[in-house]
């Protein structure tokens, strides 16, 4: 508990410094994830960061000790060379993207694990210091390592400020982009080779195994809060360093279990990240599921109390001025019987849509307000009307045309009605009966 | 009358497998000019190679009468409406300021004179309400329409689109024919790739017939006869397809 209200307060240097590197880490990651997921090159990073394993064995057994940047610059040239061989796979045989990026990451993984297994047998090979790459361990960062990261994403976020317009460009539309003489292939090079320099600087915090996730997560978590690519960028952004940040202090403040060597920082990381999606997913206001799924229960809710409405009226339309008030029977019997049906007249009664008499020999009957009345003759018109359209500009039997028209009469706009109307106008009878079997003897009123 | 596109014994090929063969075509400006021709014709491709989209295996175009490259600011370009993300995350107006781009040359940001220009661009195409939408909630007409309006802010002398009338109501078509016409009064040159063989003679002043090759060009009332289209749609050209078959196996099994 102590050590957590000093991770808090950040008392301790160290865990300073790691933050530091964290954050700024998913802020660069985040960043260019946008781009990266816009342009449909989110598994890319996940290649790179695989590739890059054999480079640091590679430079530790070549230059012996761990030096920082030897293993960096090694990571660096075998990540580029990874993609540089799924694109020649791509380019001289038939085997497709997906595939070609499957066999690199693989291949290229498989051989760094041999290679920093040699590398750990040699003298001074430091076997927890190469596995910290492979799953990740931000405790061990220096100030060093930050200052590279800090360097990283700075040059990112430079880079992404200038031509963000030209970014949003290619990502968007290639082919224009080229007509306007944009070199679209070195902007596409440019962006890969910061998510190269970026996926590399984040290798030994986050590890190889996980690094894409930083690109890719904050990236589709926060596509959910916005419409507008510089919102994306700034939530993406935010994104990556919360995750970061709330993994690193996890994994240094979570009890560890006895006989471990200590929480695995990459794996804390991208389960942050991943709560940060699944909060997005759900909760996000316009696209989230809650919201659509709220969505679609309102709309239920419209359409039963509209189904209400339109057989009140057609209960009720052949009656002489007088004789208006129907009881639930009523409904029930001509829409075939509907679960929970006094709930949702006692709703159109709250809305003023319809009225109960409670005295009278009419207690315990209904009508509707005269705002109900105008609603129903609406809704009666828009099916109707759609009905006899399906009848006679699109050959549909009368008999087939309900269901479709059932469920379009809470949609259809004003204009598409005076569209119909007007198409029919010349052939429509004054008052357009229903078309089948259901009713008889309708009158609309107000035809064009 | 002045030269809009000369295109000189242009060859194109994909994956080494050739679309084209020997493209020779001079077009006029001014005028609007239908590309027609069987899916498969190469129609697409013909746009994009005088445009530099595609390599051209040999032969060369010029457009205003100079290589592409001097040329830019004044070609517009219309891709077609499925090659790009409509869930992508910007607004209408931010896809018509793209037209504004070439000019704008690079960093730099559209200013107020563009921002007129693409309101501009939107009003002439009846969008102007939709400017703050996000492009993914309009119809494949709207949408359509939002391209348009692109070229439009381009303010280019020769527009090349690739399929204009595809997936719109009559409505929108008739709009979008308007805005042509008003491009060809003010001297501008279009070249659409078109599918609808009913509307061509009304459309366009200009046809290319293509099937692989070039079947024939020339305004419409001479070129666009019952000769030229059976030449052009009737009969596939089995031995232009085996050639192309030939040279694609022939190249491929060389490198495998």
């Known amino acids: 508990m102590n050590e957590f209200i000093r991770l808090v307060l950040l008392q301790d240097p160290n865990t300073r410094v790691v933050l530091a590197g964290a954050g700024l880490l998913g802020v660069c990651a985040g960043v260019l994830g946008v781009f990266v997921v816009l342009r449909r090159r989110a598994l890319v990073g996940d290649a790179i960061a695989h590739a890059a394993l054999p480079g640091i064995g590679a430079s530790f057994l070549i230059f012996g000790e761990r030096n920082v940047v030897a293993l960096l610059a090694g990571a660096f040239v075998f990540g580029l060379l990874g993609v540089l061989c799924i694109a020649a796979i791509q380019m001289w045989t038939r085997v497709k993207e997906d595939a070609a990026l499957g066999i690199v990451l693989s291949s290229f993984f498989g051989l760094g694990l041999v290679l920093s297994r040699i590398a750990q047998s040699t003298p001074g090979g430091n076997k927890a210091g190469l596995d910290g790459y492979i799953f990740g361990k931000a405790a061990s960062m220096v100030q060093s390592d930050v200052l590279v990261i800090a360097l990283v994403a700075v040059t990112t976020l430079v880079v992404v400020a200038f031509f963000f317009k030209e970014l949003r460009l290619v990502c968007f539309d290639r082919s224009f982009a080229a007509s306007i003489g944009r070199p679209v292939g070195m902007i596409d090079f440019v962006l890969l080779a910061l998510v190269c320099v970026c996926v590399i600087a984040g290798l030994p915090a986050v590890g190889v195994v996980l690094t894409a996730a930083l690109l890719i997560i904050p990236a589709a978590g926060a596509r959910f809060w916005t419409d507008r690519l510089g919102y994306l960028v700034f939530i993406a952004g935010l994104f990556g360093a919360g995750a970061a940040c709330i993994g690193v202090a996890m994994s240094a403040a979570l009890p560890i279990p006895a006989g471990s060597r200590g929480w695995p920082t990459g794996a804390m990381i991208v389960l942050a990240a991943a709560a940060i999606f699944m909060v997005s997913m759900l909760l996000a206001p316009q696209r989230g599921v809650l919201a659509a799924v709220a969505r679609r229960v309102a709309f239920k809710r419209k359409m039963s109390l509209e189904h209400v409405l339109r057989a009140a009226y057609e209960v009720t339309e052949d009656r002489k001025p007088g004789g208006f008030s129907w009881s639930i029977n009523e409904i029930v019997r001509h829409i075939d019987g509907q679960a929970g049906l006094q709930r949702i007249i006692n709703r159109a009664v709250r809305a003023g849509l319809v009225k109960k008499y409670i005295h009278g020999t009419r207690a315990g009957q209904y009508t509707l307000t005269d705002d109900g009345a105008i609603e129903a003759t609406r809704l009666v018109r828009a099916h109707r009307l759609w009905e006899h359209f399906l009848i006679r500009h699109a050959d549909i039997a009368p008999d087939h045309v309900h269901r479709g028209a059932d469920e379009l009469e809470h949609i259809l706009p004003t204009e598409m009605i005076r569209a119909i109307e007007l198409e029919l106008g010349s052939t429509l009878p004054p008052a357009p009966p229903s078309p089948h079997q259901v009713v008889q003897g309708v009158r609309l009123e107000g035809n064009p | ?256």
Not at chain 2, 185 to 201: E, I, M, P, S
Not at chain 2, 206 to 211: A, E, G, Q
């Open chain 2, 1 to 256: 009358m002045s030269i809009s596109v000369e295109v000189h014994d242009m060859t194109v090929a994909y994956h080494r497998r050739p679309v084209l063969w020997n493209v020779d075509v001079t077009l006029p400006s001014g005028v609007l000019i239908g590309v027609i021709g069987p899916n498969g014709a190469g129609k697409s491709t013909f746009l994009k190679a005088v445009l530099g989209l595609v390599p051209i295996a040999s032969g060369w175009a010029k457009v205003l009468g100079q290589p592409l490259s001097k040329v830019r600011t004044r070609i517009g370009y219309i891709p077609q409406r499925e090659s790009v993300d409509w869930e992508f995350p910007v607004s209408v107006k931010d896809v018509v300021l793209m037209g504004r781009y070439g000019r704008l040359g690079w960093v730099r940001r559209p200013g107020p004179e563009d921002n007129k220009a693409a309101m501009l661009a939107l009003s002439t195409v009846g969008m102007e309400t939709y400017s703050q939408r996000q492009i993914g909630q309009l119809s494949g007409g709207q949408q359509q329409r939002v391209f348009l309006a692109r070229a439009i802010a381009q303010d280019a002398d020769v527009y090349f689109m690739d399929e204009p009338f595809a997936g719109v109501d009559a409505a929108t078509e008739a709009q979008i024919v308007e805005v042509l016409r008003g491009m060809r009064a003010r001297g501008k040159t279009v070249l659409a790739v078109h599918h609808d063989l009913q509307t061509v003679a009304e459309y366009f002043d200009y046809v290319v017939l293509l099937n692989m090759r070039l079947v024939a060009a020339g305004p419409t009332s001479d070129v666009f006869t019952k000769e030229n289209l059976h030449k052009t749609y009737g009969g596939r050209l089995t031995l232009l397809v085996d050639a192309a078959e030939a040279v694609r196996t022939a190249t491929a099994k060389q490198i495998l």
